[in-house]
């Protein structure tokens, strides 16, 4: 992420990565998408790195997850690369300098023209009774910079967050945010979109629960799915005893279940932001087959590098099929 910075900042990015224009963006939630590869929450956490990462070609980037007051996250070691599986077990904890800085950082990005979601989060000091209020804090602060906000209750990272996965926390929650949202709207002129992000360890009554939940209150978007608790497809590797999420190929077939039990019950009304797994151009492929409007990609962006960004944008970025 450093050396990013530097090439932005040294002028050398333009050159490697010519911007190429799209005649036709995706229209989701309301919002001009130019191509349908994004970057996912968690790498760029408070948003300093928006301009480079726009010239390696994503059409939105997810910054956060981004809680009210700044937070040092977890001791390391809290990732570890399980190379052979192409796959990263975290536990950062939310480690961000809080929703001002994060605010700061979009209004100090200059030459991306993509989408910008803000994900955002709880503290960890604060209680799940009082988990909503930080959701709305940063909800305010960052709605006259956001284009959408994602709301994340599903780090496995932040002891008691997937709680608020539970249907009736999550009615109660999306009540409030969606009240909140149309006071915003008309103060400032303009209607920000909230998406949902769930984990990929959701049983399937669960799902059909939450889909309910997310149609009855009018939910703009889903993010499926987070990082997963399963070690499944990682057991030989010593570091599967690692605690937290585990993210890249072994999440895949988890993530890709859950988004067809959202889609199948959504039935098209709320739009999905496929994520777990992507690797290639197939697994890109697969998501949007399943249901998804655009998909978003981590772990194989730290294992492949830019070219992946380029290979996904230039075979299924554009076109809508
Ligand atoms: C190191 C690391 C940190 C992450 N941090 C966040 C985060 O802060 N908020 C969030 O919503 N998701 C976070 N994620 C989850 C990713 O956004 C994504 O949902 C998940 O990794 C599955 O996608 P992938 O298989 O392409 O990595 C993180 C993932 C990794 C690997």
């Known amino acids: 992420m450093s050396a990013l910075r530097l090439t932005e900042r040294v002028g050398i990015l333009p050159f490697l990565f ?54 040092a996250g977890n001791e390391q070691p809290r990732l570890f690369r399980l190379i052979p599986q192409q796959s990263i077990i975290n536990r950062m904890g939310f480690n961000n300098g809080g929703i001002h800085v994060g605010v700061k950082n979009v209004e100090a990005s200059k030459t991306y023209r993509g989408i910008i979601g803000f994900n955002i989060g709880k503290n960890k000091d604060t209680p799940n009774e009082n988990a909503a209020e930080d959701y709305l804090i940063c909800l305010r602060e960052a709605y006259r910079v956001a284009d959408y906000i994602a709301v994340n209750l599903s780090s496995p990272n932040t002891p008691g967050l997937r709680d608020l996965q539970n249907a009736d926390a999550t009615k109660r929650l999306l009540e409030t945010l969606k009240a909140e949202q149309a ?28 889909a309910q939940v997310f149609l009855d209150g009018g939910l703009d978007g889903l993010i499926a799915t987070n990082t997963t608790l399963s ?3 990682v057991e030989a590797n010593p570091l599967h005893t690692q605690a937290g999420g585990l993210s890249g190929p072994p999440v895949k077939e988890r993530s890709l279940h859950v988004l067809r039990g959202f889609a199948s019950h959504l039935g098209g009304k709320i739009p999905i932001i ?3 797994g992507i690797s290639s151009v ?39 099929s």
């Open 274 to 276: 496929g994520v777990g």
């Open 18 to 71: 010519p911007q190429q224009q799209n005649d036709s963006p995706h229209q989701v939630m309301g919002l001009s998408f130019p191509n349908r590869i994004g970057l996912a929450a968690g790498l760029d956490k408070e948003g300093n790195t928006i301009d480079a990462l726009g010239r390696l070609g994503f059409g939105f980037i997810e910054i956060g997850t981004i809680t009210p007051r700044p937070q």
């Open 231 to 233: 070690r499944a497809g």
């Open 282 to 320: 197939e697994d890109a492929q697969e998501k949007l087959n399943a249901g998804a409007s655009l998909v978003q990609i981590y772990t194989s962006f730290v294992y492949q590098g830019p070219p992946l960004v380029k290979k996904l944008v230039n075979s299924l970025g554009w076109s809508s």
């Open 183 to 210: 006071l915003l709207a008309t103060k400032h002129g303009k209607y920000v979109p909230i998406a949902f992000k769930v984990a990929p360890d959701l049983a399937d009554d669960h799902i059909d629960a939450l």
